[in-house]
Nanobody, 126 residues
């Protein structure tokens, strides 16, 4: 069983930055594809970014590409989401997710992920 705990959310003005962290328990982090998703009130959960366990393979949604950066530190069992140039439409609960070890498939699909964190709120004011 993998447990994921997010931190780093908060309130920020438009144009500001936040860095989210997701700490994972367990011994399979280095072989787990990690993703970030978000859900705004009244909307469906949507893909934000993912980092494959294979290393340099990353994926971003069009809405965050060029502004957000996903990274991981396998020594700390932690994945990060650096969010710059934040916009009010980025306001949502952000959740990290982990796929089963050695997963190879579509990084952007929520159905690829077996484990989910509780989420952290990000609020961007105009």
């Amino acid at each position: 069983q993998v447990q994921l705990v997010e931190s780093g959310g908060g309130s920020v003005q438009a144009g500001g930055s936040l860095r989210l962290s997701c700490a994972a328990s367990g011994r399979t982090f280095s072989t787990s594809t990690m993703g970030w998703f978000r859900q705004a009130p009244g909307k469906e959960r949507e893909f934000v970014a993912a980092n494959s366990w294979r290393g340099s393979i990353t994926s971003y949604s069009d809405s965050v590409k060029g502004r957000f950066t996903i990274s991981r530190d396998n020594a700390k069992n932690t994945v990060y989401l650096q969010m710059n140039s934040l916009k009010p439409e980025d306001t949502a609960v952000y959740s990290c997710a982990a796929a089963a070890p050695l997963f190879s498939g579509t990084l952007e699909s929520m159905y690829a992920y077996a484990y989910w964190g509780q989420g952290t709120q990000v609020t961007v004011s105009s």
